[in-house]
């Protein structure tokens, strides 16, 4: 019965593992890195941005956990993703990314450091100053989207 039950566990295990490996590109992992930590954020983002302009009705407490986990996702190390050479294959992001790299980490800082400012305002519960700063977030993403993400795949 013991061993009924390992073999279970496991098979559920491996079974449950399969869609978080689903985005893994073998062939591009660095490339797969990156989209998958920029959907993450988008994920995290979108429901606060429809919070924000009306299209959920708006929970304090919905918007505190998810700019929590926006500033938790923010502090990921996506800077290996974007190792020497993984400017090729299916990727938006664009080559100027490699070529001014402090820039690119400059506005990386200045994400995590809004997404962290975010969690601190949202924390407190008020929804005018919770606005101002995911406008403000938003902007940082913005500032990063505009000088290197291409809106279609670089191949």
Known sequence: MKKLSLTS???C???LSAPSMAHIEQTE?????RQSYFALLGMTFAPMGDMVKGKLEWDDARFNSWAHDLHHASQFGVERGFAPGSDKG???AKPEIW???ADFQSKLDDFRAAAAKLAEIAAQGDPAASRE???A???TCKACHDEYKAKDYLY
């Open 9 to 11: 566990t496991l098979a």
């Open 13 to 15: 295990l491996i079974w």
């Open 99 to 101: 070529s001014n790299m």
């Open 29 to 33: 992992p660095f490339q797969s890195l």
């Open 90 to 92: 299916t990727t938006r």
């Open 137 to 139: 977030t938003g902007g």
């Open 133 to 135: 700063q995911f406008v």
